[in-house]
């Protein structure tokens, strides 16, 4: 008799590898605070106060809850994205050159359509429109190089990254440079109508608040309910394979790409109506890379990366807090890193034991 799913056997089974999985999980968080921990000794500081300060940083009060809310927002947009093109099994690491150019189009959008007399929310949805072709249209471009030309997307995206940057810059300095000197603080700001209004006593805005939920909710549907989701599994597990079982693996890498860098133009169009109101040099505020940290940290988890991407946020806001201890408010940054690290390395564990079992 064969040993049906669903068998005492099986669910024993599963239930080990779970608790397994867990296990190798929460190790790595340990280590990776224990790591941080050290660190924090080294420099002579107590790491139990670090972290409470940490904490009293990003959830002390209303303002700055808000701030960590704020915060999360541009980063799970960019985390959800980058799920369609690591689902793929391909590493978008143009993310943040992306979200710039998003926010390039954004402004510009803005720039053109200011003096039309046009109602302000129409304006608003038109230059988000834009920064998303923005991203697309960024985002596609390794994907292409990768296909038609042979070029590793990882390195195809750094490259990009380094243009969106200058081009951002010679937009800043060049033609929409403020009137009588051009300034690294960026471009003229974008006309108060068109800035999305924040909540009383906060920094937060609302409407990026459902817009990051309607997005969120967007990617779990499409890569754990959709045929299209199951394809790009596929492809991720083995491209040769699904391509010999009909599946047109081109045109998926292109789909991930392009709907990844819609993401990211989302993202630079939600820095630019709630937070900078103007095209600056670092445009993106490393939320792309940020947001591939997160990614990886969740093993591609839809769900998880909501979650994880506001402890992220958090971790961001809270930091400033450690300057009052004499530390560089990048020890969080540290942390972030370490997690990634051991988690990953726990990835890597998990899979050498399943094999051998």
Same mark, same amino acid.
């Given at each position: 008799?064969?040993?049906?799913?669903?068998?005492?056997?099986?669910?024993?089974?599963?239930? %080990?590898?779970?608790?397994?999985?867990?296990?190798? !999980?929460? +190790?790595?968080?340990?280590?990776? *605070?224990?790591?941080?921990?050290?660190?924090?000794?080294?420099? =002579?500081?107590?790491?139990?106060?670090?972290?409470?300060?940490?904490?009293?940083?990003?959830?002390?009060s209303t303002q700055k809850v808000s701030a960590v809310i704020a915060s999360?927002?541009?980063?799970?947009?960019?985390?959800?994205?980058?799920?369609?093109?690591?689902?793929?099994?391909?590493?978008?690491?143009?993310?943040?050159?992306?979200?710039?150019?998003?926010?390039?189009?954004?402004?510009?959008?803005? !720039?053109?359509?200011?003096?039309?007399?046009?109602?302000?929310?129409?304006?608003?949805?038109?230059?988000f429109i834009a920064g998303a072709i923005g991203g697309f249209l960024w985002?596609?471009?390794?994907?292409?190089? %990768?296909?038609? +030309?042979?070029?590793?997307? @990882?390195?195809?995206? *750094?490259?990009?990254?380094?243009?969106?940057?200058?081009?951002?810059?010679?937009?800043?300095?060049? $033609?929409?440079?403020?009137p009588g000197v051009a300034s690294m603080s960026g471009t003229e700001w974008?006309? $108060?109508?068109?800035?999305?209004?924040?909540?009383?006593?906060?920094?937060?805005?609302?409407?990026?608040? @459902?817009?990051?939920?309607?997005?969120?909710?967007?990617?779990?549907?499409?890569?754990?309910?959709?045929?299209?989701?199951? %394809?790009?599994?596929?492809?991720?597990?083995?491209?040769?394979?699904?391509? *010999?079982?009909? @599946?047109?693996?081109? !045109?998926?890498?292109?789909?991930?790409?392009?709907?990844?860098?819609?993401?990211? +133009?989302?993202?630079?169009?939600?820095?630019?109506?709630?937070?900078?109101?103007?095209?600056?040099?670092?445009?993106?505020?490393?939320?792309?890379?940020?947001?591939?940290?997160?990614?990886? *940290?969740? =093993?591609?988890? $839809?769900?998880?990366?909501?979650?994880?991407?506001?402890?992220?946020?958090?971790?961001?806001?809270?930091?400033?807090?450690?300057?009052?201890? +004499?530390?560089?408010?990048?020890?969080?940054?540290?942390?972030?890193?370490?997690?990634?690290?051991?988690?990953?390395?726990?990835?890597?564990?998990?899979? %050498?034991?399943?094999?051998?079992?």
């Amino acid at each position: 008799m064969t040993m049906q799913q669903g068998t005492p056997q099986t669910t024993s089974l599963r239930s %080990r590898i779970n608790w397994l999985d867990l296990g190798l !999980r929460i +190790g790595a968080v340990i280590l990776a *605070l224990l790591i941080t921990s050290l660190i924090l000794l080294v420099a =002579n500081a107590q790491p139990l106060k670090a972290y409470w300060n940490i904490v009293l940083g990003a959830f002390s009060s209303t303002q700055k809850v808000s701030a960590v809310i704020a915060s999360w927002v541009p980063l799970v947009l960019t985390t959800s994205g980058l799920l369609f093109t690591f689902t793929a099994g391909l590493w978008n690491i143009g993310m943040e050159g992306q979200i710039v150019v998003g926010s390039v189009f954004c402004v510009g959008a803005f !720039r053109f359509l200011d003096q039309t007399g046009m109602d302000p929310w129409m304006v608003i949805t038109i230059a988000f429109i834009a920064g998303a072709i923005g991203g697309f249209l960024w985002a596609i471009l390794p994907g292409v190089m %990768r296909i038609y +030309g042979g070029v590793n997307e @990882i390195f195809g995206g *750094l490259g990009l990254n380094f243009v969106a940057k200058a081009l951002a810059i010679w937009l800043i300095f060049g $033609p929409w440079k403020r009137p009588g000197v051009a300034s690294m603080s960026g471009t003229e700001w974008i006309d $108060p109508q068109f800035r999305l209004t924040y909540l009383p006593g906060t920094s937060l805005s609302p409407v990026i608040v @459902i817009i990051a939920l309607v997005g969120a909710i967007f990617v779990a549907l499409m890569l754990k309910g959709t045929h299209f989701g199951l %394809r790009l599994k596929a492809i991720g597990k083995n491209d040769r394979s699904a391509y *010999l079982m009909g @599946i047109p693996t081109t !045109r998926y890498f292109l789909l991930a790409f392009g709907i990844c860098g819609v993401f990211a +133009g989302i993202a630079g169009s939600v820095l630019v109506t709630s937070k900078q109101f103007s095209l600056i040099p670092d445009a993106g505020f490393g939320y792309g890379f940020l947001g591939l940290l997160v990614a990886m *940290l969740v =093993n591609y988890h $839809p769900i998880l990366s909501s979650i994880v991407a506001f402890f992220f946020a958090a971790l961001s806001v809270g930091n400033i807090e450690l300057q009052y201890m +004499g530390l560089n408010s990048y020890l969080a940054g540290v942390l972030q890193g370490f997690l990634v690290l051991f988690v990953v390395m726990a990835n890597g564990v998990r899979q %050498r034991l399943f094999k051998k079992g």
